[in-house]
Every structure is written in structure tokens, then in C-alpha cells.
């Protein structure tokens, strides 16, 4: 499958709400199924779709904020983020959840310093 707008825009930006609804809704089910289907119908596309376009690149994946099952609402906490492309390197965390947010070096107290460390990183590669 093609996407059309690699190629054509230096930043996308995709906000998908359906696992942020499930946790509201405390249906694990749901939680799970939306977050498989972001992977694979969202990231899974974008990803074979811009390695396949040769350029260089940087994809980073994570939610806006955490909502457990358990208390249905918004909380505090380590967000989990996967990032890869031209100069990331592998922080050997080998799973993608809360807990695993807490157990790797890349850290950042503030949110909003995550994308400049990011593209500082791709910039310092080129």
C-alpha cells in the first residue's frame, strides 16, 4: 500500500484516539485490538512506506498520555515511545508499554524536549 504523503511533506503528524477510548471505557479488549491495529494497519504502513521511498527518515510513535484500565482516566507517569530512523539508536528496551517507559536511559522529564533531541540526532548524522 502507498502512501501518498511520503514524499511530499517534511512532518506528519497522526493522533489516533481509539486505545485512549478504550482505556476510558476500562475495556481491555478493545484496548488491546486498537492498539494492534494502530500498529499494524498505521505504523506497519507508514513504516514499509517510507523505507521503501529510499529516503532518510525518522518515525517516532508513542501516545499523548497514559490511560490505565484501572482508573479509566488520564495519569502521570513515564510515557512509552518507540523511535527509529537515520541516527537512532537502539535503546535495547524490548517491549512497548508503561512499565517498560521506566526502564530504559532515554528519559525526559519534559515532553515537549523529546522531538528537538530527536531531530538534533538526525541533523548531527546528515
Known amino acids: 500500500m ?4 511520503i514524499g511530499e511533506r517534511d512532518f506528519v503528524w497522526v493522533h489516533v484516539e481509539a486505545p485512549d477510548e478504550a482505556g476510558h471505557a476500562a475495556d481491555i479488549k478493545a484496548k488491546i485490538k486498537a492498539i494492534e491495529e494502530f500498529d499494524s494497519k498505521v505504523v506497519g504502513t507508514v513504516l514499509h512506506g517510507i523505507e521503501e521511498s ?6 517516532l510513535v508513542l501516545p499523548d498520555h497514559l490511560t490505565p484500565i484501572s482508573v479509566r482516566t488520564h495519569v502521570h507517569g513515564p510515557v512509552p515511545f518507540a ?7 537502539s535503546d535495547h528496551v524490548d517491549s512497548f508499554s508503561e512499565v517498560a517507559a521506566g526502564s530504559g536511559s532515554m528519559r525526559f522529564e519534559k515532553g515537549h524536549t523529546l522531538m528537538p533531541y530527536l531531530v538534533e540526532k538526525v541533523r548531527r548524522k546528515a
Open 2 to 5: 502507498k502512501v501518498a504523503i
Open 54 to 59: 529510499g529516503e532518510e527518515y525518522l518515525l
Open 83 to 89: 523511535s527509529c530512523g537515520a541516527g537512532i539508536e
